[in-house]
């Protein structure tokens, strides 16, 4: 990455002081903390797949509540869960939801080559857990959605560094828990890499095969669940999905044209991660741009869409900030997470069954924020690339930030 007079990314790149480590650390443990004190059960996501696997226990089947979305080997993931008292998991499941975001943000800065201790990864982590509101919906729901931004992190990292079997196994275990990465396929396909598209494909279906043998309805995924993913007939989840296809006829648009104007948003968006991969120049940006950019353009269209999907990418493109022409250097970007600042009043849209619409601007803008980057200029890239690291800059006077 180059840097210049006007540029920042030398001092974002610089060791972080003790003050600002400080802070992290009081904002994590204050979000921990108030989603200890305002949920149990782990969280209300978290609770819809302990009660799944304690339903299993007990000799029923997970798929008779309609609202258990994930595949058969959660069910089994879920067990040590089910075990644990009530009193401990309401306290565990916030704290490893926490944890492994910040794993999450750690996996983005090693794709990007940031420095761990930098000023960026202290100030990016502080920014997600601080002002960007989805973050601390994610640890009060203990969604599993946090298993997604851990791995997809983790597959691009080996991805950029040869290891593509190795990335599509990562790939695979996550979808084998929830299928939400299940479009990152399509990256393996623009590469050429057919192993490792087949590890993406057999290890969810080997595992869910497996899995499924054990549960007294093993078709239950795509008799129950699958109709509901696709078609999203449920009320209640209606009111928070974030994909133009639900949000728009809550604005009076027929919901075929909504649902034609959410498939080609889409389609408009996986044209634009493929030119982004085609365009060929070196360094992280071009993985994580186009991991980027196939992820929302499924969110676009897919039913539910949440606003804790986000932190899937919101961290591999925040983590890109040091790269000349990267997403987050662009003001659409910063455009985009605005109705996410907690604190701003939204007249007619504070209460929770309308926040969709804050959420759906978000995802439709930062769509377009990456698909804007598919043919645009030279992504800069440090003179270090081939060591695996950013570069250290000259050391600098200490300063109390």
């Known amino acids: 990455m180059r840097t210049g007079k006007s540029d920042i990314s030398g001092w974002l790149v610089r060791p972080a002081s003790g003050p600002l480590w400080a802070v992290l650390g009081a904002v994590l443990a204050a979000t921990t903390a108030h989603a200890v004190r305002v949920t149990s059960g782990g969280g209300m996501d978290n609770a819809i797949v302990v009660r799944a696997a304690r339903t299993w226990l007990a000799g029923g089947s997970p798929y008779d509540d309609p609202h258990f979305l994930y595949l058969p080997g959660a069910v089994l993931a879920a067990v040590p869960q089910a075990l644990l008292p009530p009193d401990v998991l309401r306290v565990l499941a916030p704290c490893a939801v926490t944890a492994l975001l910040a794993l999450a943000w750690a996996g983005a800065l090693r794709l990007h080559r940031v420095p761990p201790r930098s000023r960026l990864a202290v100030l990016g982590l502080t920014g997600l857990a601080l002002g960007f509101a989805p973050f601390g919906h994610l640890v009060r729901l203990g969604n599993w959605t946090v298993t997604a931004a851990v791995a997809l992190p983790a597959a691009l990292l080996l991805a950029g560094r040869g290891r593509w079997t190795a990335a599509g196994v990562v790939i695979g275990a996550a979808v084998a828990l929830k299928p939400l990465l299940a479009p990152v396929l399509l990256l393996f396909l623009f590469a050429g890499r057919w192993r490792a598209l087949a590890a993406v494909v057999l290890v969810p279906v080997l595992v869910s095969g497996a899995a499924a043998l054990l549960m007294p309805d093993p078709a239950g995924f795509l008799t129950r669940t699958l109709p509901f993913l696709l078609h999203g007939d449920d009320g209640f989840v209606r009111l928070y999905e974030a994909s133009p296809a639900a949000v728009l006829p809550r604005l009076g648009v027929p919901a075929r044209l909504a649902g034609g104007v959410a498939v080609a948003a889409a389609g408009a968006g996986v044209l634009c991660a493929y030119v982004r991969w085609r365009r060929a120049d070196p360094g992280p940006p071009r993985l994580a741009e186009t991991a980027a950019g196939l992820m929302l353009s ?104």
Do not use: I
């Not at 983590?319 to 990267?326: D, F, H, R």
């Not at 250097?329 to 849209?349: E, K, S």
């Not at 769509?367 to 645009?376: H, K, M, Q, S, Y």
């Open 298 to 401: 499924a969110f676009l269209v897919s039913r539910p869409s949440y606003d804790h999907y986000l932190l899937v990418v919101l961290p591999l493109l925040l983590a890109g900030l040091p790269y000349a022409g990267a997403v987050a250097r662009g003001p659409w970007f910063w455009v985009a997470l605005v109705p996410q600042a907690p604190g701003l009043t939204w007249p007619g849209l504070e209460s929770e069954q309308r926040r969709a619409f804050k959420d759906a601007f978000t995802l439709c803008v930062l769509a377009v924020a990456v698909a804007l980057r598919a043919r645009g200029g030279e992504a800069a890239v440090d003179d270090h690339a081939d060591a695996g690291r950013a570069p250290e800059p000259e050391r600098a006077p200490a300063t109390p930030f």
